[in-house]
């Protein structure tokens, strides 16, 4: 009854499928002839009949079958139709169409013949049920039909699974039915059934495997525990990899928050303090232009990419020409005039579109997830903002290296005077530069929105984040913000299991600070004379 | 470590027998004291197994091209910069590489900048107040009061160089030479045994230059100041030099007086675009 | 004396004057006038008035290391929260079986988390004279800790002012967690009585809001020994010339801790004055995003003169309070325009709007008097 349960799903699928305007004539032949061999005389025959049907594939087996089995599939008397009872009390049952599964009105039970069967036959239904599934068309369903069976078997199903494994194509059906064979057997006390199991990281073949190790068998309480010393050492392996997977995706989000801020940090030292709201305005132009184009969220989010670009760095020059030119050389008063400017972008968005959260929707093929193996499966939409990253940072470090804007940027940070004396536009250099940082903003709060809620406090949750990143790393060096960002993340997930989230947030920002004093300059600092001064 | 040290210094407050004088050893020897010295930064060797002696009571003069190493010489001796290798002695008791800048300040060494830097927001009078040879821990500093003797030499000082009259303005609205003269008037508060001066004539008039060179070389004597100027400016080199240090990419190129390092030819080499200022 | 050199200054004892007149007024028109006429100071406003006071005092304390230290703390606030929960500690001890679930000892929260004892941190609270020196120790030893760390690494600029709004975000986050045992969220409240005093009661409001005021003036008086004394000169020196002062031969690092630590005990006691007064210490106190307004209460009424700080708190919380009744939407506009203008067109606040003619230079220079004294 627990797996009838578990596929009800799939079964409910198929009822959808049938009740399609498919029912050809020769399905409905084929159909009739098989329902007709079930009513045979002997139960010897009814065997053979029911073999018959699951062999045939035919999609109504499985409903065929279950309704055999409760008693339900009866024949009109009469005219010799085939119908299955829905409800069996009272005097007059609501039948469908045992073909095509379509209502038929109600019949009364003098009208109808049961198709009987005996407690044999009943076992083998039970049986064929099970693995009716196996035979489906699709690989997916077969593969999890198979793992459904898994620690679910008795002794009735080993020869039908037997046999369906030798006909069975996909190796990984094959693979996984004999483990689930391989279970039973354990469950027997079959010491070489362990070694079918070892190295499974299914939670059933451990619980199996668990149960052995306390068998009073010495022989099979070893092999077992052996084994499952085995599975929890490439389980301790998953976890680590998980560990370092969601590290590396936070961190992969601080290194897209903060390295904007490195730039403009670092280059003119500002202390930008909008900075967050620069991303907030990016997240909010990908809900926008999904608003835009309603039913196409996928497109939306790529064209998303450059507007959300253009967005925030259009209002990054607005406030460097705002306020920013005017505070020269006063990095602090500089650090309070943004905040100010990052009060007012807050509230603006506030009062103009809502305090509540936006839902930025997530593409299909942004969901789901990418399985390595049983124990561990990477998130899509995590994966893609880490690769995001990685380009947008490929992309900078490409403008820096490449272009002469970058040429003119890394002059100005070196030296500001010099850069000036030798030509260089400082105050347009200054205006890219913010452009630049502050598009880059935009372009991190277009991947927040599809890892977070896009509301007016979306910046302010990673405006110290990042300014710690930024400081660990050490201004003015890409480099830096890569590797502070990545490994505060994966630092982070490190402590979260044992500390707590919180915790583990205050114990990273207590180490950064405390850091901070062994290396005031960050991990990579500027060195020589210019830094000195 | 470090922290108890400073908690059981600072319970020093009521000890009033801070000397005044330096303690610095001369007995055995030179006042200042640099052995194969080498530092680099990102690579680039600014000094280079630089060796130096200054004598006491001495007044030397260091030449040299830009990037010779002479302020990266400076910062090592005042602790600003840490050499990578070498040995730096003041006397011959102190190792200046175990002691931090205040710490060599007090032992009695004082500087001059570069580029002039006085407390822009606080008035002449009180540059040199801050500038006096005192007790400079927190809490003396805090009930510190301004006694008739230390107005005096306040004002003596004043006198000295030329800034009676600007004595309660902001030190921030001097020109460029009357806040040279400052940070003299700065150095000569705080009494040092070696004063280490860096192109103290530059921004100043010919005559305020001859009145520098008067001071500086009225300063240096035995048992009084030993002084290291650094300077570019030839004329006023030759006006106050006894011996003349030419350093050239971190390391000692030449030493001797005047004319004898003028004639090298190896400092003719070095200084080949510029050799009619030394001629 | 380096503690009464104050009293000799002008604008000191203007300041001074100033302030006791106030509080002396307000307390004749709230308690010699009926309710009901125009000029009645209702027991509302006092205290409204009395935060507002401790505000001020938080405010003077930020100046002192931001105007004359070169110190920017975006952390103060965190100071500021310790103390009021020192006072919040004692408060809740106070409140004895009077609570809620009436246990003798454990605060209703701990009560309510399942708490079988006190923790050791707690004890202690219910003795007014421990709690109070712990207003002043507990930020001090903080300030003492944070500033020693980062001052003897040479941690100074916006590399410090980041690291202070870290410090602040970090406690704030660990008072939010209800395993600390300071409340959780809800942080402490429902006081009863102070000193034995009816926290309800109008005379006790009344005597809040003097204590605040006093309070208020003798930490301006310290604050002003300190500047004008020859530390204070010190500190200006480091704050614009830093390697110069200590080729001076003076301790930087050491300058800079001790006024630190002075500053943060301040706010430390500001904390604990205005617990009592609005009822509720909660961890929002260390958002960073509060200490931060407090530095723009101290830009506003002019860095580095101190009476400028408690100007600007006066004026920013009255804004806010008239603001916040009227529209409350415009409010984060308005603090965030103030923000932008005060450092683009006011960088000298509104002390230097009406102190033109007087240098700060000016103020601090030792007196020809005083050098014959």
């Given at each position: 009854m627990r797996m009838l349960q578990?596929?009800?799903?799939?079964l409910l699928c198929l009822c959808l499928l049938c009740s399609l305007p498919l029912a050809a004539q020769a399905q409905d032949e084929s159909g009739q002839a098989l329902l007709a061999?079930?009513?045979?005389?002997?139960?010897?025959?009814?065997?053979?009949?029911?073999?018959?049907?699951?062999?045939?594939?035919?999609?109504?087996?499985?409903?065929?079958?279950?309704?055999?089995?409760?008693?339900?599939?009866?024949?009109h008397k009469e005219n010799g139709r085939f119908v299955v009872v829905v409800e069996n009390r009272g005097r007059h049952w609501p039948v469908v169409d045992a073909l095509s599964f379509e209502a038929a009105g109600e019949m009364s039970r003098r009208e109808l013949d049961r198709v009987g069967i005996n407690n044999a036959l009943r076992g083998q239904l039970q049986g064929a049920l099970a693995v009716l599934d196996l035979h489906a068309e699709a690989v997916e369903e077969r593969r999890d039909a198979a793992r459904a069976l898994l620690g679910d078997i008795d002794a009735s199903l080993v020869e039908p699974l037997q046999a369906v494994i030798d006909s069975e194509a996909d190796g990984e059906v094959r693979h996984l039915l004999e483990q689930a064979l391989a279970i039973h057997r354990l469950a027997q006390g079959d010491v070489a059934a362990v070694d079918a199991l070892a190295g499974s990281l299914n939670s059933q073949v451990r619980a199996a495997l668990t149960a052995a190790s306390r068998s009073d068998d010495p022989t099979l309480a070893q092999a077992a525990s052996a084994a499952l010393a085995d599975i929890e050492q490439k389980m301790r392996l998953n976890r680590g990899l998980e560990t370092l997977y969601f590290g590396l995706s936070l961190g992969s989000v601080l290194v897209l928050a903060a390295i904007g801020l490195a730039i403009t940090f670092g280059v003119m030292g500002v202390i930008n303090m909008a900075h967050g709201e620069l991303i907030m305005l990016g997240a909010y132009t990908t809900w926008a232009m999904q608003q835009l184009l309603p039913g196409q969220p996928g497109l939306a989010l790529i064209l998303a990419i450059p507007a959300g670009f253009l967005v925030s760095a259009l209002a990054g020059v607005?406030?460097?020409?705002?306020?920013?030119?005017?505070?020269?050389?006063?990095?602090?008063?500089?650090?309070?005039?943004?905040?100010?400017?990052?009060?007012i972008l807050q509230q603006l968005v506030r009062t103009v579109i809502?305090?509540?959260?936006?839902?930025?929707?997530t593409p299909d093929w942004l969901s789901g997830s990418l399985m390595l193996n049983e124990g561990l499966s990477l998130t899509l939409n995590r994966l893609y903002v880490l690769g995001f990253a990685l380009v947008v940072f490929a992309g900078l470090m490409l403008v820096m290296r490449r272009t002469r804007l970058g040429l003119e940027v890394r002059a100005v940070t070196q030296?500001?005077?010099?850069?000036?004396?030798?030509?260089?536009?400082?105050?347009?250099?200054?205006?890219?530069?913010?452009?630049?940082?502050?598009?880059?903003?935009?372009?991190?709060?277009?991947?927040?929105?599809?890892?977070?809620?896009?509301?007016?406090?979306?910046?302010?949750?990673?405006?110290i984040d990042s300014f710690m990143v930024v400081v660990f790393g050490g201004v003015g060096n890409l480099w830096g913000t890569l590797v502070a960002g990545l490994s505060l993340g994966v630092i982070n997930q490190v402590l979260e299991p044992w500390a707590g989230a919180v915790l583990a947030k205050i114990l990273v920002l207590v180490l950064i600070i405390l850091f901070i004093q062994k290396r005031p300059r960050g991990l990579f600092p500027q060195k020589g004379r210019a830094a000195e001064g | 470590m470090n922290f108890l040290a400073s908690l059981a210094d600072r319970e020093r407050v009521f000890d009033f027998l801070v000397p005044a004088a330096?303690?610095?050893?001369?007995?055995?020897?030179?006042?200042?004291?640099?052995?194969?010295?080498?530092?680099?930064f990102d690579g680039f060797r600014a000094i280079d197994g630089l060796d130096l002696t200054i004598d006491d009571g001495e007044l030397r003069c260091i030449i040299g091209p830009n990037g010779a190493g002479k302020t990266t010489m400076m910062d090592i001796i005042t602790g600003k910069t840490r050499p990578d290798t070498g040995s730096v002695w003041f006397g011959s008791r102190h190792d200046l590489l175990t002691m931090n800048e205040p710490e060599i300040a007090s032992l009695g060494i004082g500087r001059k900048f570069q580029k002039p830097t006085v407390f822009e927001a606080l008035s002449v009078f009180e540059n040199l107040e801050l500038a006096m040879a005192a007790d400079k821990r927190i809490l003396p500093t805090l009930t510190a009061r301004m006694s008739g003797e230390i107005r005096e030499r306040i004002e003596e000082v004043l006198a000295t160089i030329g800034l009676t009259e600007l004595q309660s303005r902001p030190a921030g609205i001097l020109s460029h030479g009357q806040k040279q003269w400052l940070e003299i008037g700065m150095l000569l508060m705080q009494r040092p045994r070696l004063l280490l001066v860096d192109e103290p004539v530059a921004g100043m008039t010919e005559q305020e230059m001859e009145r520098t060179a008067e001071l500086l070389t009225g300063l240096a004597g035995k048992g009084k100041q030993s002084v290291v100027v650094v300077e570019h400016d030839m004329g006023f080199v030759r006006s106050i030099a006894r011996t003349v240090t030419v350093l050239h990419q971190g390391r000692v190129l030449a030493e001797g007086s005047m004319d004898q390092v003028a004639n090298d030819p190896k400092v003719i080499e070095v200084y080949l675009g510029a050799e009619e200022e030394v001629a | 004396m380096w503690l009464t050199r104050p009293f000799r200054e002008r604008s000191t004892r203007l300041f001074l004057g100033i302030l006791l007149a106030a509080l002396g007024l307000v307390t004749l028109l709230n308690l010699a006038l009926p309710e009901g006429h125009p000029l009645h100071v209702s027991t509302y406003t006092v205290t409204l008035l009395g935060k507002y006071l401790s505000y001020a005092l938080l405010a003077v304390a930020v100046d002192l290391v931001w105007g004359y230290l070169g110190i920017l703390s975006l952390g103060h606030g965190a100071f500021f929260a310790l103390g009021g929960y020192a006072m919040g500690m004692y408060l809740m001890r106070q409140i004895g079986d009077r609570g809620v679930y009436g246990d003798p000892v454990l605060p209703d929260f701990m009560v309510f988390l399942d708490w079988q004892s006190l923790p050791w941190y707690w004890h202690g609270f219910d003795m007014a004279a421990i709690a109070f020196l712990m207003v002043l120790l507990a930020p001090g030893l903080l300030a003492l800790?944070?500033?020693?760390?980062?001052?003897?690494?040479?941690?100074?600029?916006?590399?410090?002012?980041?690291?202070?709004?870290?410090?602040?975000?970090?406690?704030?986050?660990?008072?939010?967690r209800n395993?600390?045992?300071?409340?959780?969220?809800?942080?402490?409240?429902?006081?009863?009585?102070?000193?034995?005093?009816?926290?309800?009661?109008?005379?006790?409001?009344?005597?809040?809001?003097?204590?605040?005021?006093i309070a208020l003036a003798l930490g301006y008086v310290l604050c002003r020994a300190i500047v004008a004394s020859k530390l204070g000169r010190v500190s200006v020196a480091c704050r614009d010339a830093e390697a110069r002062t200590r080729f001076l031969g003076y301790r930087v690092e050491r300058v800079q801790l001790f006024v630190f630590v002075v500053s943060a005990m301040l706010a430390g006691v500001a904390g604990a004055l205005y617990v009592p007064q609005v009822g509720i210490i909660n961890p929002s106190e260390f958002s960073p995003i509060f200490s931060i307004e407090v530095v723009l209460w101290v830009a506003l009424g002019g860095r580095a003169t101190l009476y400028g700080a408690v100007i600007g708190a006066l004026l920013v919380n009255y804004a806010k309070t008239v603001f916040t009744g009227v529209m409350p939407d415009a409010w984060l506009f308005a603090l965030g325009g103030l923000f932008v203008l005060v450092t683009v067109f006011l960088p000298r606040g509104v002390a230097g709007l009406f102190a033109y003619r007087r240098r700060p230079a000016e103020d601090t220079q030792p007196t020809a008097k005083e050098a014959s004294a």
């Open positions: 578990r596929l009800l799903p799939g061999s079930l009513d045979a005389d002997s139960y010897a025959e009814k065997g053979e009949a029911i073999e018959e049907i699951i062999e045939s594939g035919d999609p109504r087996s499985r409903r065929w079958l279950e309704a055999l089995l409760g008693g339900k599939l009866q024949r607005a406030i460097e020409r705002g306020v920013i030119q005017f505070l020269k050389g006063r990095p602090l008063e500089t650090l309070l005039a943004t905040f100010g400017v990052s009060l809502s305090p509540q959260n936006r839902t930025v929707v030296n500001r005077g010099m850069a000036r004396a030798m030509g260089i536009r400082a105050t347009r250099v200054d205006i890219l530069t913010f452009a630049l940082g502050s598009g880059v903003a935009g372009l991190a709060g277009v991947a927040l929105s599809q890892l977070t809620n896009v509301g007016p406090n979306l910046g302010q949750n990673y405006i | 330096s303690p610095v050893d001369v007995r055995h020897g030179p006042i200042l004291y640099l052995e194969d010295v080498t530092v680099s | 800790v944070f500033g020693f760390l980062a001052f003897r690494s040479r941690v100074t600029g916006v590399y410090l002012s980041i690291i202070t709004q870290a410090m602040t975000f970090a406690l704030m986050l660990a008072f939010f395993e600390m045992g300071f409340g959780g969220n809800n942080g402490l409240t429902d006081f009863r009585e102070l000193l034995g005093f009816d926290l309800r009661s109008d005379a006790t409001r009344l005597g809040l809001f003097l204590a605040t005021g």
